[in-house]
């Protein structure tokens, strides 16, 4: 804990986390890439497919 006192106190009895909000923190990370994967891969697949058709 950081403290001036009077003025601020940073992480003032805030827990640390354990082990299991760590592992649902990297599902949470991984699950977000994969649905980034999916939407730049589907835009990819779309303009490769449809924007020749246009020109």
């Known amino acids: ?5 009077g ?3 940073i992480n ?3 827990m640390v986390p354990d082990a299991a909000k760590l592992r649902l923190a990297i599902k ?4 977000a890439v994969i649905i980034t994967l999916i939407i ?3 835009s990819l ?6 924007i020749p ?3």
């Not at 697949?45 to 449809?50: A, K, M, T």
């Open 7 to 9: 003025v601020y106190r």
């Open 28 to 31: 949470l990370f991984d699950f």
């Open 40 to 42: 730049i891969s589907a």
């Open 12 to 14: 003032g009895g805030i």
């Open 45 to 50: 697949i779309l303009r490769v497919f449809f």
């Open 1 to 5: 804990m950081l403290e001036k006192v």
């Open 53 to 55: 058709l246009f020109i």
